[in-house]
Antibody
Framework: QVQLVQSGAEVKKPGASVKVSCKAS????????IHWVRQAPGQGLEWMGR????????SYAQKFQGRVTMTRDTSTSTVYMELSSLRSEDTAMYYC????????????????WGQGTLVTVSS | DIQMTQSPSTLSASVGDRVTITCRAS??????LAWYQQKPGKAPNLLIY???SLETGVPSRFSGSGSGTEFTLTISGLQPDDFATYYC?????????FGQGTKVEIK
C-alpha cells in the first residue's frame, strides 16, 4: 500500500533552515509528483510547491521562491523540502502529498498524504 | 495565480441537514477542482475530484458540481462524522491553490 512517512518534529531559531523528508513506499517512486502543503496553527492549507521525482523538475509558489528547495533521492525514494531564513510565521505543520495519477504530462489532485511534520520557529 | 474563494467560512448545521459550500475561482479552471475534508490533527482526505467525481469509499451523501469558476460541495443529510473543515483546491495550473476553508459546526 502507498505510504508517505515524514521525518519528525523540528524546533528552529529564526534565520535558520529546516529540511523535512518524505519517504515513499508501495509504488513506483518516479511515476508520481510529490507536493508540499503547510498549515499554520488554526489556519488553512497553503500549497508550497511540487517536485517530479523522475527528472527533479520543480514548481514553487511565488511566496516561497528563493527560500524553498525541493529535492529527491531516487535511491531511497525520498523527497526533501528545505525552507531557509525561517521566521515565526513559518511555524506550521508541513505535509507531503502524492498526486492521485499522472497522464500525458499532467498530474491530478492529491490523494495520499504524509502524517505531517511540525516545524516550530522560536527564539 | 488563481484565487479560490470559499463561502461561508463557518456553517452551523444539525444532523440530517442538507449543507452546501460554494467555491469560486478567479478565472476558469474547467473542472479541475478537488474537495477535501480535514479533521483536527489529521491530514486532509479527498472527497471529490474533477469537480463532481466521488472518490472511492466516500459516502454518496457527498456530491460536487460546477465548472469554469463556480463550484459547490453538497452534503445531503449531515452525519455526526461530517463535522469538519472542508477545502476546495484547483489543480488547473501551477501554483495549485486552496480555498480558505469552511468549518461545519454543530448547531
Amino acid at each position: 500500500q502507498v505510504q508517505l512517512v515524514q521525518s519528525g518534529a523540528e524546533v528552529k531559531k529564526p534565520g535558520a533552515s529546516v529540511k523535512v523528508s518524505c519517504k515513499a513506499s508501495g509504488y513506483t517512486f518516479t511515476s508520481y509528483d510529490i507536493h508540499w502543503v503547510r498549515q499554520a496553527p488554526g489556519q488553512g492549507l497553503e500549497w508550497m510547491g511540487r517536485i517530479n521525482p523522475s527528472g527533479g523538475s520543480t514548481s514553487y509558489a511565488q511566496k516561497f521562491q528563493g527560500r524553498v528547495t525541493m529535492t529527491r533521492d531516487t535511491s531511497t525514494s525520498t523527497v526533501y523540502m528545505e525552507l531557509s531564513s525561517l521566521r515565526s510565521e513559518d511555524t506550521a505543520m508541513y505535509y507531503c502529498a502524492r498526486v492521485s495519477y499522472c497522464s500525458g504530462g499532467s498530474c491530478y489532485h492529491l490523494y495520499y498524504w504524509g502524517q505531517g511534520t511540525l516545524v516550530t520557529v522560536s527564539s | 495565480d488563481i484565487q479560490m474563494t470559499q463561502s461561508p467560512s463557518t456553517l452551523s448545521a444539525s444532523v440530517g441537514d442538507r449543507v452546501t459550500i460554494t467555491c469560486r475561482a478567479s478565472q476558469s479552471i474547467s473542472s479541475w477542482l478537488a474537495w477535501y475534508q480535514q479533521k483536527p490533527g489529521k491530514a486532509p482526505n479527498l472527497l471529490i475530484y474533477k469537480a463532481s467525481s466521488l472518490e472511492t469509499g466516500v459516502p454518496s451523501r457527498f456530491s460536487g458540481s460546477g465548472s469554469g469558476t463556480e463550484f459547490t460541495l453538497t452534503i445531503s443529510g449531515l452525519q455526526p462524522d461530517d463535522f469538519a473543515t472542508y477545502y476546495c483546491q484547483q489543480y488547473n495550473s501551477y501554483p495549485w491553490t486552496f480555498g480558505q476553508g469552511t468549518k461545519v459546526e454543530i448547531k
